[in-house]
């Protein structure tokens, strides 16, 4: 601490940064006596070596995955944020959503696969599943958390598809639900048979634009 000509305090302090491992250094005049200027000295010399420890407010799932879709949106095709969001919005949030998320526990997450998988396929709860997994992932790591919940959580098993038993609709089937679509929903018949014509995937179908169509060429 020294005593400038005006009577001022100029405080200079260094101490190691333990998130950095390197020396900081604080260099600040103030107005204040001796004493005043000492206490903070140590004050700042505190906040410093222990600037790894201190808390964050750990939020609620549901807006952490919102600003997570956020930040996340960024990098992604749209088609790929919308499958994101669509998972998260309609089987992790509705469910979990108001859990704290150091709150969050295995048996938690346990019990809400169990009641995804009364009502969806084994395939759609794994996806839900692994989404989960990453916005936690990131969690931890953001707000230092003590473990991820979702880690030790085993995918559900998967029905295997055979040439036998194929997961495909027959002729019969798909003309009836087309009928419907046509009758009840016509505002997504074309595109539902484009879909089911091509093969194509639902983020590729979307995308299709009218240019995209070489009628020449076939």
């Known amino acids: 601490i ?4 005006d009577g001022r305090k100029r405080i200079r ?12 250094e604080i260099d600040k005049i103030i107005t204040g006596t001796v004493q005043e200027a000492a206490k903070l000295r140590a004050q700042w010399r505190t906040q410093i070596r222990t600037s790894d420890q201190v808390a964050k407010d750990v939020p609620r799932l549901r807006p952490y995955v919102q600003s997570w879709l956020a930040s996340k ?24 959503g108001d859990f704290f998320m150091d709150k969050l526990t295995d048996a938690d997450i346990r019990e809400w696969q ?24 990131d969690a931890v790591v953001e707000y230092q958390l003590p473990r ?10 998967i029905r295997r598809f055979t040439d036998e038993e194929p997961n495909l609709l027959t002729a019969d089937e798909l003309g009836c639900l087309m ?7 016509p505002q997504h ?6 879909l089911a014509l091509t093969g194509v995937r639902s983020g590729e179908g979307t995308a299709f634009r009218w240019g995209d169509i070489d009628e020449e060429a076939g």
């Open 13 to 24: 302090l260094r101490a190691v940064d333990p998130r950095t491992g390197r020396m900081k």
């Open 2 to 5: 020294e005593i400038m000509s």
């Open 179 to 185: 009928k419907v679509f046509r009758d009840h929903e």
């Open 189 to 194: 018949y074309a595109l539902t048979m484009t």
């Open 148 to 157: 991820n919940p979702t880690e030790r959580v085993r995918r559900l098993p």
């Open 114 to 137: 169990a009641k995804l998988a009364k009502n969806l396929a084994g395939a759609t709860v794994n996806g839900a599943l692994i989404m989960l997994r990453m916005v936690m992932a």
């Open 73 to 96: 949106a960024l990098g992604l095709k749209a088609s790929t944020s919308r499958t994101y969001a669509d998972f998260l919005g309609g089987y992790v949030l509705p469910h979990l």
